[in-house]
């Protein structure tokens, strides 16, 4: 639903071509309508949102989240990507960041 939904929004010309829309102008408009229903389907698949990502078995690299990663760790994967960060890597290797002294 969620799928069909969203795809709905984004073109409904064949909706409106086929006359299941009638008219543009009609109240309340069909966009603000579907945005309510895909808010209530989000709402109510947030408890199991990251069961649902875990399913499609995406790999960790390709996600970049910690939460929900395959290993189930997510402090050591905040401290792997704090130690990997741009501002721990300087020219001369310290700890002071580049342009400091200048």
């Not at 709905?8 to 829309?21: A, E, I, K, T």
């Not at 069961?51 to 760790?73: C, H, P």
Request: aromatic share 10%.
């Amino acid at each position: 639903m969620l799928y069909g939904l969203n795809q709905l929004n984004n073109d409904p010309v064949s909706c409106y071509d086929s006359g299941y829309f009638q008219n543009a102008g009609s109240f309340p408009p069909f966009s603000e309508l579907m945005i309510e229903a895909i808010k209530l389907i989000n709402i109510a698949i947030r408890p199991q949102a990251v069961n649902i990502i875990e399913s499609l078995k995406i790999r960790d690299s390709y996600l970049q989240t910690a939460v929900g990663n395959s290993y189930g760790d997510i402090y050591e994967t905040h401290l792997e990507w704090a130690k990997d960060s741009r501002l721990n890597h300087t020219k001369l290797g310290d700890a002071i960041p580049d342009g400091y002294m200048e």
